[in-house]
């Protein structure tokens, strides 16, 4: 079957742009995760990245398989109908809590690099995301196609300017002191399990709607390899930074210190992206919401971004580091199932 490749790197560019949202933007997850343990955290790169790159793919093939049109069914598939009902309703909470760091992070955004309060970038981004959600969720697909890209190529910028300071591959080789080191190790999967199990709110509607399995296949392959590219080119430029973990956006701050006439632009890409997650989220919680409860789409929005709102004026970087590892290690287990699951199974209701 012939590859659409139009369409593997529309997929690609959806899953790196689900993938990519506040605290990986702003360089503050892979600080948390990765860089703050130096060497040992590009290992813990590679790692994730082939998570990303193998499972990422298998989820959708799955989903495609078996003609899931949301990720609850995809879990039901995967836990079986009791156990997969307590990880959808865990994953909704996940999905809430998110959403409340990615309006931190976009309030941040407005605070650490726009001079303005974080309730005004907070504010601000609600209100675009509804205008968003009531047009429709093609133009958030249409934002990914436009941002990824612009993502990458300022990684690669910073990495460019990085690699020019004095002590580069010392900073490289060097293993920090980390009173919790042991996280340097289990970090890698809870990081790639806690994305991929969140990016089935969009990966699964998007799989099926697209149904060709090779066209699926290297839409994984090709985001998976993205997402690994991104990590490993910011956390050589991360790790080039004293006191890396004292910044709400590391990424925005280094960017000004070493390209500040790219300043402006990286930071409306970092909110982009912000952005994009945000509207992925919702729409996930959203969906799943519908099936429980038969109320008006606009309603269900309004209802979610109120209890973000009000999570969202917990300090961001506080947020992050408590909630994100501990949405990893309730994540665990969905990437160890999915490694699991035989790919060649098709359910009855495959088209």
């Keep these: 079957m012939k590859t659409n490749w139009g369409a593997s790197f529309q997929i690609a560019a959806v899953y790196v742009g689900t993938v990519v949202g506040a605290g990986f933007a702003t360089g503050k997850e892979i600080v948390e995760f ?41 879990n039901d598939y995967l836990f079986g109908k009791v156990f997969g009902t307590v990880i959808n309703g865990l994953m909704l909470i996940m999905l809430l809590g998110v959403c409340a ?49 612009m993502m990458i190529t300022f990684s690669f910028i910073l990495l460019y300017f990085s690699i020019q300071l004095p002590f ?47 066209t699926i296949k290297w839409g ?44 402006w632009v990286f930071v409306f890409v970092i909110y982009g992206e912000i952005f994009t997650s945000v509207i992925g989220n919702v729409f996930g919680v959203e969906r799943q919401v519908k099936q429980y409860i038969k109320i008006p ?20 970087g506080t947020l992050l580091s408590y909630l994100y590892p501990l949405f990893g290690y309730i994540s665990l287990t969905f990437i160890i199932l999915l490694w699991m699951k035989p790919l060649e199974e098709k359910n009855t209701t495959v088209k």
């Excluded at 060497?39 to 590679?46: A, E, R, S, V």
């Excluded at 990245?49 to 003609?67: C, N, P, Q």
């Excluded at 789409?297 to 961001?316: A, K, Q, R």
């Design 101 to 149: 760091v990615m309006l931190s992070g976009a309030g941040a955004v407005f605070d650490e690099q726009l001079g303005l309060t974080k309730s005004v970038g907070v504010i601000f981004t609600i209100i675009l995301s509804i205008i968003t959600m009531i047009i429709g969720i093609k133009g958030l697909f249409a934002v990914n196609v436009i941002v990824v890209p």
């Design 297 to 316: 789409t606009i309603l269900i929005v309004l209802i979610i971004f109120t209890i973000s709102y009000f999570g969202s004026f917990i300090e961001y």
């Design 34 to 74: 990765f860089s703050r343990f130096g060497f040992i955290g590009l290992i813990g790169i590679l790692m994730s990245g082939y998570i990303f790159i193998f499972l990422g793919s298998k989820l959708m093939r799955i989903a495609a398989r078996i003609d899931a049109k949301s990720y609850q069914e995809l």
């Design 168 to 214: 580069f591959m010392e900073n490289i080789l060097f293993i920090p002191y980390a009173a919790d080191g042991w996280k340097a190790v289990v970090s890698p999967f809870s990081y790639a399990a806690f994305n991929l199990m969140l990016a089935q709110a969009v990966l699964v509607p998007v799989a099926s709607d697209i149904k060709d399995d090779q």
């Design 220 to 263: 994984g392959i090709i985001g998976g390899s993205a997402l690994t590219i991104i990590l490993i080119s910011s956390h050589l430029t991360l790790v080039m930074v004293p006191n890396i973990e004292a910044y709400e956006i590391p990424m925005a701050s280094i960017m000004r210190s070493l390209a500040s006439s790219f300043y």
